[in-house]
């Protein structure tokens, strides 16, 4: 779980930017754009092998 302390003298701004920072390095957003809509199992396969050639070719 991302967490972020805000400090004595510290913005409410730069915390939400140090937090934003945080979720988006964990991969919160996509986990959660994933798990949206129930996911078939062929087309988890269907996203799994275009990832794969994207790691390949790169």
């Known amino acids: ?3 972020v302390v805000v400090g004595q003298n510290e913005n409410i701004e730069s915390a939400l930017r140090r937090f934003k920072r945080q979720v988006s390095k964990a991969g ?3 986990d959660i754009k994933r798990r949206r ?3 078939t ?5 269907k996203r799994k092998a275009v990832a794969r050639r994207k790691k390949r070719f790169r």
């Open 1 to 3: 779980m991302t967490q």
């Open 28 to 30: 919160i957003f996509a």
């Open 37 to 39: 809509h129930f996911e």
């Open 41 to 45: 199992p062929i087309e988890k396969r």
